[in-house]
Nanobody, 126 residues
Framework: VQLQASGGGLVEAGSSLTLSCVASGSTFSRYAMAWFRQAPGKEREFVAATSWSGVDTFYRDSVEGRFTISRDNAKNTGFLLMNGLKPEDTAVYYC????????????????????WGQGTLVTVSS
């Protein structure tokens, strides 16, 4: 599957953004998907993940309650709604996908994912 992330931009603190991840080349519902981010000079980190159906979701503590991950399998698209953005959310955001047969307890692990989008930059000014 190929992934194309979009929706990043420059926003002020407290603003909202929605990132999109369009999948092609394979049936989207065959994959769990996640969002990771990488700030300048830092390692890539887990942000959120969802099961193939969208029913099960997982978040890193610092975005819980502010970010919402979702997906529309009919449109082969995943989303990350980001509310209450903070300067520390500034990073390149990547969407990723992994086969549904991978257990859910692996969804927070960078190394679990086989497919990656190209990244979209989110910059939050204070």
């Amino acid at each position: 599957v190929q992934l194309q992330a979009s929706g990043g931009g420059l926003v002020e603190a407290g603003s909202s953004l929605t990132l999109s991840c369009v999948a092609s080349g394979s049936t989207f519902s065959r994959y769990a998907m996640a969002w990771f981010r990488q700030a300048p000079g830092k390692e890539r980190e887990f942000v959120a993940a969802t099961s193939w159906s969208g029913v099960d979701t997982f978040y890193r503590d610092s975005v819980e309650g502010r970010f919402t991950i979702s997906r529309d399998n009919a449109k082969n698209t995943g989303f990350l709604l980001m509310n209450g953005l903070k300067p520390e959310d500034t990073a390149v955001y990547y969407c990723a996908a992994v086969d549904v047969r991978k257990p859910m307890w692996t969804y927070r692990d960078l190394g679990s994912y086989d497919f990656w989008g190209q990244g979209t930059l989110v910059t939050v000014s204070s």
